[in-house]
């Protein structure tokens, strides 16, 4: 024990030697301080390498099925959802439509009909058919890709007492370009050396009281040519009804498969639905055409190859979505993003329909209908609508609140000059939707890009902007680093004719457009007018200048960089942790407590200050 105590005396003699305690106490608040803004970030990179990864089969299996999908969850142009809800999964759900029939999975992909503006009207039929394994461990993710039209459910079933797990894969979708008609592709896989037998669940129209359920059978060569044909009547609200007839495949009640085998299962429904007709006669009549219509229609179904049922469907999904809007991410609390952005387009796009790209549709049909595109109208003509505390962006947890969400875009949109628009379906709802965003306005003669300045503080992107018969317009608003200004950027990617644009006031040249990026400052005038005006008429455009009555045209000032920052950072303190700003506080603290101490000892504790003692 004395050998103990006379190190430490060494000890604590040959650091006061070369160093004074005040200096020793500095040094160790600096250390603390260097630990309490670098430490968390060492622990937690320490936490993450270590993190044992899951054996789980299921966990594994999932992991590998969602690899393909990695880039477009990143650019927010698909949704991941887990059956059962993770902390990690959005405020939405997995959900197809066509502006005639859609299912989501909060009420177990229950048919939805359209009633007024929306498909808001459920139907007591549930045409997804869902595959199960008795007293097996499963795990079920879906993944909704906005731009396909597509729900991917992944299903992992571990087998009891071996490490192989059954992998079955759904594709959903409500098909765009027939749109009677609800696909659900089924691809299941073994990989183990057993056979395996899976239970099938369809519950069809079990449920629906007011709708019978027959079994027919097609003129079809198909070993199973038998179908489900279901009648009812649906209340589509206090005054009126509707008489709906659905075809749907037929499905054993199991699925067994051989050891390492796939297989693939295409189940179709189709839906009609009219006006129900109250006398007796006439219903019948009217029930007899139209179940004469769904065999007519599975009929043509059977005949077309599956692959080429999923292309059209694609196709005209990615077509819709050549139109498109992007923005920075922001980390400011409640900051409207991508991931909510294209949520609430592909919902809303998913209750209308798509008459342009329709196959029943006449082509003369769709030259008027085309004209719609050509000429907007006034729209939009409204305040840009990109803020978070309006109905517009609300989140979606079940069917009936993607309908309300519906509802509420249409009338907007048809309130605010885009009813033309509106006219030529999905098509034309894109483009209001996106001129929306920016406030964008067509007029006789221009178009306006009507955002106030202090309102660009994020990078914006409107991509193929339809102006005339044949000329796209893309806009991009950038914001500097060096000194927080925004500035625009526009190009056309396509044109029939030349074009000219012009910033706020039109007091400098017009410039002519190309596909090539021409830059414009953003001005703000006194009264506030348009940033912005693109037009085809050169004369219109020199003339703007002496019809835009303002009292000063100015740079429009930078914007302030605690909002910069808060969209970087997600705080107002330029990135900085708020546990750095901690532990400068402590710092403080501890450095006047220390300063106190000297003063109190200097002139309230000298007679009882003692020297050092050494011994």
Known sequence: MERVVNLSSRVRRSIDSYISTRRLLVIIIVILGLLLYIGPSIFRHIRISIKPLSNEAVATCLEEMLVPYQDELQDFDALLLHRIREESDKPFIPYVGNGKLAVGATSDYRLHIKGGRSLSVPVDFYPVVDFFLDGAKEKEVSVVQFTTGLIHRHQCIQLPRLPSCISVHQQLYAHRVRPSVLVQQVTITNPSDEMVRLGVKQI??????????????????????????????????????????????????????????????????????????????????????????????????????????????????????????????????????????????????????????????????????????????????????????????SSCMNEAEIANLASVWFLTLEKQGCHQLLQAGADGLMQAMVLSYGGFKFSNLDLTFCTHPKDLHRNYHFRRLLYGNGTHVNVTVEVREEDNKAEIFVALDRNDKTYWACDAGCIDPPVELGPTLKQFPVKLTDPVTAVLYITADRQHIDELKQTIHVKEIAEAPAHEQHVIALHKHGSHLSGLPTLFWMSIAILIIIFHLFLFKLIYNEYCGKDNYRQRFYS
């Not at 043509?300 to 990615?318: G, I, N």
């Open 204 to 393: 069809g129209g079990e449920r629906w009281k007011q709708g019978k359920t027959s079994v027919e059978r097609l003129n079809s060569a198909t070993a199973d040519s038998h179908y489900h044909l279901s009648t009812g009547r649906v209340r589509i609200d206090d005054l009126s009804d509707v008489l709906v007839v659905i075809g749907s495949s037929r499905v054993s009640s199991a699925v067994t498969l051989a050891p390492h085998d796939t297989q693939t299962l295409i189940i179709l429904h189709v839906v009609e639905y009219m006006p129900y007709i109250t006398e007796d006669a006439e219903l019948q009549k009217q029930q007899q055409q139209m179940e004469k219509a769904v065999r007519a229609e599975i009929n043509a179904l059977l005949a077309v190859v599956p692959q080429t049922l999923h292309e059209e469907h694609v196709k005209a999904w990615k077509y819709l979505w050549q139109t498109g809007f992007s923005v920075s991410y922001s980390k400011a609390p409640k900051a409207l993003n991508g991931d909510k952005i294209n949520a609430t387009m592909y919902y809303v796009l998913s209750n209308s329909r798509s008459p342009l790209h329709e196959s029943l549709v006449p082509t003369e049909e769709k030259k008027k209908l085309d004209a719609f595109l050509v000429n907007p109208d006034r729209c939009y003509n409204g305040h840009h609508t990109l803020h978070t505390d309006i109905k517009l962006w």
